[in-house]
């Protein structure tokens, strides 16, 4: 599910709270870190486990409608097509899903959920979609698919009473949240009729990209002093405390990479930490950290300290 980008992120995060408060050894960075990255599987559980909340609040819903003085018609025989949507109980009857939500401890009991779901149910049956879905008239998996997968996009994955209370759970999670969604609705594509839903794990290959992120980190530490100086004689017009520090940090990560990951394409370490400068730093910084590396590469190239190996990995 974790994808090299959003491990570099949270390197990049640790970093920051690293150099940020003195004296925090880096081991204890590294737990905390390691600690976040774990954390973003119960974030991922959470939002799976909205739609049988939904449902149960509709399903609520409906039995008190049915108690009215003088019910309707509609109370007494609601459309139920939401209710029985055959996606969302591929879901409820998934056994990783249950057994990895209770082991986790991740769920949403308490009257406080019961009342954001309820009034996120309000919200759902105004929508354009919900109303398009109960009265087209049209029935089968594909169709109870595509409304799951929509109402998510719509409703769930923007609503700001989820994300309220996922900011008051863990302030890290803000970030996780994009890459979360996306793999949520991933997963929901993946659901065919008539066979076992699956649902990811967190890592493609735990060793491998557990091995990575410690590495980074420990390594961008232990290197600070040399990736230091590099960066200051690369900048010799500015000086180190005019420039940000998020910036300083994202280079002293690449030139990092760049030497201790013989496995990773030198432009893909590149393009990489250019692509996180514009969503975590200035807007400028794309460009003067591309600057910045270009040479820093050409140097580490010359100076033998770039040492990639396997067919298309020099460049």
């Not at 491990?7 to 990049?12: A, D, F, G, N």
């Not at 150099?19 to 081991?27: D, F």
């Not at 000086?239 to 013989?262: G, H, P, Y």
Request: aromatic share 10%.
């Amino acid at each position: 599910m974790l994808n090299r980008r959003h491990l570099r992120i949270k390197v990049l995060q640790s970093l920051y709270g690293f150099y940020q408060s003195e004296g925090t050894e880096v081991k204890v960075v590294e737990k905390q870190m390691l600690q976040s990255l774990e954390r973003i599987y119960d974030l991922y559980l959470y939002f799976l486990l909205t739609f049988s909340e939904l449902q149960r609040e509709a399903e609520f819903r409906f039995e008190e409608n049915k108690k009215k003085l003088r019910p309707t018609e509609e109370d007494l025989n609601p459309n139920r097509k939401w209710i029985e949507n055959s996606v969302i109980q591929l879901l409820e009857s998934n056994s990783v899903l249950l057994s990895s939500s209770k082991k986790r401890k991740v769920n949403w009991i308490g009257d406080e959920h019961r009342v954001m779901f309820r009034k996120m149910n309000a919200q759902i049956r105004k929508s354009e979609t919900f109303y398009a879905y109960m009265n087209n008239g049209e029935t089968g998996f594909e169709e109870d698919k595509a409304f799951a997968i929509s109402i998510f996009k719509e409703e769930i994955a923007n609503s700001a009473l989820i994300h309220e209370f996922l900011e008051d759970k863990s302030i890290h999670w803000v970030d996780d949240i994009d890459l979360v969604c996306s793999m949520v609705i991933k997963t929901l594509k993946t659901f065919q009729e008539g066979k076992k839903s699956q649902i990811l794990p967190l890592y493609k290959d735990k060793e491998d990209e557990l091995e990575f992120v410690t590495q980074l980190l420990i390594m961008t530490v232990n290197y600070d002093k040399d990736n230091e100086l590099i960066i200051d004689e690369l900048t010799s017009n500015w000086e180190l405390d005019r420039i940000a520090k998020m910036d300083i940090i994202l280079m002293k990560m690449a030139i990092t990479e760049l030497q201790i990951f013989s496995n990773i394409p030198t432009k893909v370490t590149l393009n990489e930490y250019i692509e996180i400068s514009k969503f975590y730093s200035t807007p400028k910084s794309n460009g003067f950290i591309n600057g910045v590396l270009d040479k820093g590469i050409t140097r580490l190239e010359k100076e033998g300290k770039i040492k990639k190996e396997g067919r298309g990995l020099k460049n």
